[in-house]
Antibody
Framework: EVQLLESGGGLVQPGGSLRLSCAAS????????MIWVRQAPGQGLEWIST????????YYADSLKGRLTISRDNSKNTLYLQMSGLRAEDTAVYYC????????WGQGTLVTVSS | DIQLTQSPPFLSASVGDRVTITCRAS??????LAWYQQKPGKAPKSLIY???SLQSGVPSKFSGSGSGTDFTLTISGLQPEDFATYYC?????????FGGGTKVEIK
């Protein structure tokens, strides 16, 4: 069974940084691109980043470019999202998901940016 | 960027109804379109990929159609567990984009 488990969310002050992790199991992690999607309270889904299976290619939403770094450790079956310069509008549930049209999603981790 | 416009944004329906949700892309995306169901406080659940292919384990009352710029998701015989918000997503090109969602409510 495919499982994705995010961690690392929490309360952070404006301007702060956070690293989210997503532990994957139940599939050959190194064979799949992975994405991060976020959902602000009461809002829709927003794609924010993709990393290729090898980690050699990365893509970011323009609105967040420069503040995000996506990475992966295929030896640890783990996906990461480093976020910096956090703003109140970054408050959201952050989901990791397998592949570009994901069948498998994590349960989400809540990031709250507030002083 | 490819914009996805879903309609209607809200849909009121009764148990047993057949409902159709539309997703229109601002430019052609061939069949690189997926549909998701999301219930409050839960992660999205994949229903359809490739515009019309049913994900494993998803009941056949869900069906998708379309190509190019116009797509539909049809739910036949609505059941109480189907009342949720539905999103389309294109994965033809970056940035990946989602539609604004359609909330299906009980009439």
């Amino acid at each position: 069974e495919v499982q994705l488990l995010e961690s690392g969310g929490g309360l952070v002050q404006p301007g702060g940084s956070l690293r989210l992790s997503c532990a994957a199991s139940g599939f050959t992690f190194s064979n799949y691109a992975m994405i991060w999607v976020r959902q602000a309270p009461g809002q829709g889904l927003e794609w924010i980043s993709t990393i290729s299976a090898s980690g050699g290619s990365t893509y970011y939403a323009d609105s967040l470019k420069g503040r995000l770094t996506i990475s992966r450790d295929n030896s640890k079956n783990t996906l990461y999202l480093q976020m910096s310069g956090l703003r109140a509008e970054d408050t959201a549930v952050y989901y990791c998901a397998k592949d570009l049209s994901p069948q498998a999603w994590g349960q989400g981790t809540l990031v709250t940016v507030s002083s | 960027d490819i914009q996805l416009t879903q309609s209607p944004p809200f849909l009121s329906a009764s148990v047993g109804d057949r409902v159709t949700i539309t997703c229109r892309a601002s430019q052609a995306i061939t069949s690189f379109l997926a549909w998701y169901q999301q219930k409050p406080g839960k992660a999205p659940k994949s229903l359809i990929y490739g515009a019309s292919s049913l994900q494993s384990g998803v009941p056949s009352k869900f069906s998708g159609s379309g190509s190019g710029t116009d797509f539909t998701l049809t739910i036949s015989g609505l059941q109480p567990e189907d009342f949720a918000t539905y999103y389309c997503q294109q994965y033809n090109s970056y940035p990946l984009t989602f539609g604004g969602g359609t909330k299906v409510e009980i009439k």
